[in-house]
């Protein structure tokens, strides 16, 4: 199996417009939470989110526009961003040995809503002549192909909220076993359409709002922790062979050690330790790593009462006594849940902080939960954490779980 680099990494995200913008928010506690400023905000029972200051205008002309969900509008941007990064001019690459792997939970959801409001609401029998292929789940995938001529492998994942860390982990196996020289890997997601909040209200897992600090409102890990607030966004990374990027003189943000998934079989929306325990030993085995190795971890903290409680009692069952000394990270509490898109964020984040040897906040901790008493750098940034390796860990209704071992690359 061969080495595989990240050399590049984009994010539009609630925490801003590129990974480096985006990560000093992380590292500040700076929240891209708040209520949401939409027009039907009247009708939800919470109105928070984690939503983006986006003008699609300044990205695309219309004619373009008129064929792109949100969804798509986001991963273009992100995946422009981290092939610019990277440095790298696909002219000089086979184009069929290099891919594109992106990760959504739920496609075109603005599409759709459109739709149905058309049809349904407004009585009318015409709809966009585009929602097919705006609202298609691929459609992302495609479109980055489409953009840069890449014409090898090109793969949707959809499963729930480990979809991006799942599309990662799927391209890492593809370079790791010499089938691909590069890869474009991540998620997109654009939840924040009517239909889908009231959707997820009907759920019950969406933090009610702090009347103080609404910006507060999700608290992974902490007591009186009430529910996710979900967002919308995109984080692509640029994976290739470790000797390709030292070759060509690239900045290696990090490398991709390892990737473990499991799967539940049980209830469909409630968290198994033993299911999220096992992707992360089938992480390490990957990884050829021991428990012992792993200096910091990115929780996949939803904060929800039953999955922080039992990522928890995973994250003990995997690495004992020593679960206590290990710096663990949720930065949901800031960008909010970005369901199929999360992972890929959380992704790129973990691998900046590396770079700065800090391990991110864990926000809105005030109140300690006894079911959750580890290490969870609560409220401020920590630095000189020298972590040299990390696990990026999702966790998905329908019980697909997903976690990365990832590598530090070089010094910021």
Known sequence: MKRVAVTGVGVVSPLGASAAEAYRSAYRGRSGIGLLDAPFAHRLLSPLAAALRFNAEDHFDPPKLRMLDRVSQFALVAASQALDEAAINLRDVDSGRAGVFVGTAMGGSHTVDDGYKTLYGDDSDRLKPFSV?????????????????????NL???????????????????????????????????????????????????????????????????KNRRGMVLGEGAAMLVLEPWERAVARGAFIHGEILGYGLST???????????????????????????????????????GTLANDATETAAIKAVFGERA??????????LHGHLLGAAGALECVLSLLAMQHAVALPTMHLQTPDPECDLDYVANCARDGVPARTMLSSSFAFGGTNAVLVLGAGASR
């Open 133 to 153: 292929l705006m609202g298609m789940y691929n459609a992302p995938a495609a479109w980055i192909s489409i953009e840069h001529g890449i014409d090898g492998p």
């Open 156 to 222: 949707t994942y959809s499963t729930a909220c480990s979809s991006s860390t799942v599309a990662i982990g799927e391209a890492w196996l593809r370079i790791a076993s010499g089938g691909l020289d590069i890869a474009i890997a991540g998620g997109a997601e654009a939840p924040l359409s009517f239909g889908s909040l009231k959707a997820w209200e009907a759920l019950h897992t969406l933090a009610v709002a702090d009347a103080c600090a609404p910006w507060a409102s999700c608290k992974p890990f902490s």
């Open 264 to 302: 539940d079989a049980g209830h469909i929306t409630r968290p198994s330790v033993a299911g999220q325990a096992a992707a992360i030993r089938a992480a390490l085995a990957s990884a050829t790593l021991n428990p012992s190795a792993i200096d910091a971890i990115n929780a996949h903290g939803t």
């Open 324 to 333: 206590y000394r290990i710096p663990i990270s949720a930065t949901k509490a």
